[in-house]
């Protein structure tokens, strides 16, 4: 959001927030489950995108480890994110790193009216099997 827009969002913890105004909520937040949101209903590595009012929530099928690690880790909330931050902003991945980055400058930026669940387009992420031990 900052690359595109310039605005920095401020990160908090749920239960720090008194929130006033627009709000992300990502993951299986309280706010989630209050707005309905069961993820445990997702099937695997799907996430929801819903928007009420102005809070947008992206809430996934995750599960436990490093969603970003090459084992076999359900993540469908960063899924969703990047669902999300293509929608709302136009960035696409390439390849990995900076280089293959390329997030479009807005002046402002607006979130549709997301009522959907999204899942990843692609199940397999890796080439071959990993030969590390610690793998699941």
Known sequence: ????????????????????????????????????????????????????GDALYIAGADGPGDALSTGNVHSGTLWGAYEALERITGVRWLWPGDLGTFVPEASSLEVPAFDETVAARFT??????????NDP
């Open 1 to 52: 959001i900052e690359k595109a827009s310039g605005a920095r969002l401020p990160i908090l913890a749920e239960s720090d927030a008194a929130v006033e105004g627009p709000a992300v909520y990502i993951g299986a937040t309280l706010a989630a489950a209050n707005a309905g949101l069961d993820v445990a209903a997702l099937p695997g590595e799907g996430a929801y995108l819903k928007r009420i």
């Open 124 to 133: 397999q992420r890796q080439l071959r099997p990993s030969i590390n031990p």
